[in-house]
């Protein structure tokens, strides 16, 4: 989960808002955005410098040309390069058990940032991740829960991420394709690439956090990290969900939970605002410039599962999809085209060698010679590739 996903909150906490549901940025606030976690994963480790924008912008704003570096209080330095929207550490690391770690940070325009000294909370395994059927506000749907235990009873503070890995089928896939040979004339050939299947992903876009602080045992059981609704088109075939938890100082925890708090609390657009949430990034050149985010160091395991939608709903098949498929029979006969007719504009040609050409339209099924029964349909309902990939990732199974 990327911590600007979550930034228009603090956003909404900074701006003035003096009536219900009206957003203003008439006292918007340039600051810096910082996402910064480090782990004990051995890898080269990233951090996103962004400024905040006025909620009325789309586009990010990152902050470019930044000298950053990590340090600890054995004399350890971890510089970071820039790379693309990103900084990149030039080596791999991992953090240790008993270091202390900083963040020091130097913008193009001279301001120095550094964090609180930061240390390696302990270290603790997911035990298991299950998906169960389940009702949720009258709905019926797949529950992802994660149970975890540390028999040192160490751990304490839990944050989970997830991401999704799911087979995509279109409804209208064609073993044939339409093109236009070299004598102009439209020819069905085999399609040579793989276009029925394919993988999507999606990141986890919610904050969840929590706490055995005040259990005897530091066991986390049956968590619900997410719920997928049984229409959802994201397990109509094979599922996977890798799910990532990190063990969190208490300070990091209370960071992420009053972030959640704010993206739950009917507030938000409201006359009644949250005060600005404090990280534990500041500022060296001025003490009094607000920083937003946090410098996390963190432990980290991950756990991968695997489902069949029949696994989950025992002999019953789900038809839902992506997206709406509108299907379009192809007629030689007509003339003139009305507006919208096979998804083209007013003035288009009525010719499938300019539907085929132009990608507007796929071919789906139909006798071609005879020009009869010819469906047509959009990319997206009969080529996976037009908005996924159909490479099979290395752990599928």
């Known amino acids: 989960m990327k911590l600007k996903q979550y930034i228009v909150l603090i956003f909404i906490a900074i701006v003035s808002c003096t009536e219900p549901y009206e957003l203003q940025t008439e006292n918007f606030e340039d600051l810096l955005v910082v996402e910064a976690?480090?782990?004990?994963?051995?890898?080269?480790?990233?951090?996103?410098?962004?400024?905040?924008?006025?909620?009325?912008?789309?586009?990010?704003?990152?902050?470019?040309?930044?000298?950053?570096?990590?340090?600890?209080?054995?004399?350890?330095?971890?510089?970071?390069?820039?790379?693309?929207?990103?900084?990149?550490?030039?080596?791999?690391?991992?953090?240790?058990?008993?270091?202390?770690?900083t963040l020091k940070i130097t913008t193009s325009n001279g301001k120095s940032y550094i964090s609180n000294s930061e240390t390696m909370p302990a270290t603790s395994q997911i035990s298991e991740v299950t998906a169960t059927q389940e009702i949720k506000e009258n709905e019926l749907g797949v529950a992802i829960n994660v149970n975890s235990t540390d028999p040192n009873n160490a751990s304490k503070f839990y944050r989970y991420e997830f991401i999704e890995t799911y087979i995509v089928i279109p409804p209208y896939w064609s073993p044939n394709k339409l093109i236009v040979d070299s004598n102009?004339?439209?020819?069905?050939?085999?399609?040579?690439?793989?276009?029925?299947?394919?993988?999507?992903?999606?990141?986890?876009?919610?904050?969840?956090?929590?706490?055995?602080?005040?259990?005897?045992?530091?066991?986390?059981?049956?968590?619900?990290?997410?719920?997928?609704?049984?229409?959802?088109?994201?397990?109509?075939?094979?599922?996977?969900?890798?799910?990532?938890?990190?063990?969190?100082?208490?300070?990091?925890?209370?960071?992420?939970?009053?972030?959640?708090?704010?993206?739950?609390?009917?507030?938000?657009?409201?006359?009644?605002?949250?005060?600005?949430?404090?990280g534990n990034i500041k500022s060296v050149t001025n003490p009094d410039e607000k920083v937003v985010g946090y410098f996390d160091v963190t432990t980290v395991s991950e756990k991968r599962i695997f489902f069949n939608f029949e696994d989950i709903f025992p002999s019953e098949t789900s038809e839902s999809y992506l997206f709406s498929c509108n299907i379009f029979e192809y007629r030689s006969d007509i003339d003139e085209l009305p507006i919208g007719y096979m998804g083209l504009e007013v003035g288009a040609r009525n010719d499938m060698k300019y539907v085929t050409q132009a990608g507007i339209l796929i071919y789906a099924s139909g006798d071609l010679e005879n020009e009869e029964n010819i469906i047509l349909v959009y990319p997206n309902c009969t080529d996976c590739t037009s908005f996924s990939s159909n490479v099979q990732p290395d752990f599928w199974q």
Not at 83 to 94: K, L, M, P, R
């Open 184 to 278: 102009n004339q439209l020819q069905l050939v085999p399609r040579t690439e793989e276009t029925q299947i394919c993988y999507s992903n999606n990141f986890s876009n919610t904050i969840n956090v929590t706490t055995t602080e005040n259990q005897t045992e530091d066991i986390v059981s049956d968590f619900n990290i997410h719920f997928i609704r049984k229409n959802d088109p994201k397990i109509a075939h094979r599922y996977s969900v890798l799910v990532r938890q990190y063990i969190q100082n208490p300070e990091a925890n209370n960071f992420y939970k009053t972030l959640k708090t704010l993206s739950a609390t009917g507030s938000l657009l409201s006359q009644v605002q949250p005060g600005f949430i404090n």
């Open 37 to 101: 976690t480090i782990t004990n994963e051995y890898k080269k480790h990233n951090i996103t410098l962004s400024r905040t924008i006025p909620l009325e912008s789309e586009l990010p704003n990152i902050e470019h040309g930044a000298s950053v570096m990590i340090t600890t209080n054995t004399g350890l330095e971890f510089p970071f390069s820039e790379v693309g929207d990103t900084y990149i550490s030039n080596q791999e690391f991992q953090i240790e058990p008993n270091l202390l770690y």
